[in-house]
Nanobody, 112 residues
Framework: QMHLEESGGGMVQPGGSLTLSCTAS????????MYWYRQGPGDQRELVGV???????HFAEFVKGRFTISRDNAKNTVYLQMNSLKPEDTARYYC??????WGQGTQVTVSS
């Protein structure tokens, strides 16, 4: 099972940008899709987007056009670039290859 470590969160004003990173241990990273999820206060964890092992990406409607996902297999790292952030994007963000292994997440707060 992969060990996952998310980083890059913080506080940002509405309209701002952040890039989150997720570094994974394990030798299967190249072959794994990588999902980004988020969980706001009092909310269920929800899917933000996914990058397949071939680099295709798919996003939830609420982030389409604002967020992008990329990966660097040489570094076992996947990135979530978030632009035009809104207060409703405030949440703890997690990456996972399989929705079973989870890291601690990284907090994103969008507030003026």
């Amino acid at each position: 099972q992969m060990h996952l470590e998310e980083s890059g969160g913080g506080m940002v004003q509405p309209g701002g940008s952040l890039t989150l990173s997720c570094t994974a241990s394990g030798s299967n990273f190249d072959y794994s899709p990588m999902y980004w999820y988020r969980q706001g206060p009092g909310d269920q964890r929800e899917l933000v987007g996914v990058i397949t092992n071939s680099g295709s990406t798919h996003f939830a409607e609420f982030v389409k056009g604002r967020f992008t996902i990329s990966r660097d297999n040489a570094k076992n790292t996947v990135y979530l670039q978030m632009n035009s952030l809104k207060p409703e994007d405030t949440a703890r963000y997690y990456c996972t290859p399989d929705r079973r292994a989870w890291g601690q997440g990284t907090q994103v707060t969008v507030s003026s």
